[in-house]
């Protein structure tokens, strides 16, 4: 959740530009252009969450950690950590290198998706304890 955040300011654009050329000049490869951002981030976002928010999940209600600073401390630390550890594996050094310009964006939306998780797991314990 986070670790790809890259793709946001390409959603700002992509899919009005895609739409607009889309109906002006009815190119479907303009449609595409448009929406393969959108599918790609939420492929992204859901790869993340199942092979890291559910585990980090386990793990701190398992240590007895389940707390909002922490969701956010490791949405954080996914975030900042994530983009050049990943680019590093795909593409070597030179991933690591344009990883490591993204781990801004990356400790952005992992802190923030962090954050929203965190909130709803620890405000629905809260709920349950009242």
């Not at 889309?22 to 595409?32: G, H, I, K, P, R």
């Not at 909130?119 to 629905?124: F, S």
Request: net charge neutral.
């Amino acid at each position: 959740m986070g670790i790809v955040r890259w793709i946001e300011p390409v959603l700002l654009v992509s899919p009005p530009v895609g739409l607009v050329i889309f109906l002006v000049d009815q190119d479907w490869e303009a449609l595409y252009f448009g929406l393969f951002p959108l599918f790609l981030s939420a492929v992204v976002v859901v790869a993340t969450f199942l092979v890291v928010g559910l585990p980090v999940t386990r793990l701190l209600v398992h240590l007895n950690r389940e707390t909002f600073a922490n969701y956010v401390r490791c949405g954080l630390a996914v975030g900042i950590f994530g983009p050049p550890l990943l680019m590093g594996l795909l593409f070597g050094s030179d991933g690591l290198a344009v990883g490591g310009v993204f781990s801004f964006f990356g400790a952005l939306g992992g802190s923030v998706t962090a954050s929203v998780w965190g909130e709803a797991r620890v405000g629905r314990q809260l709920k349950s304890e009242a």
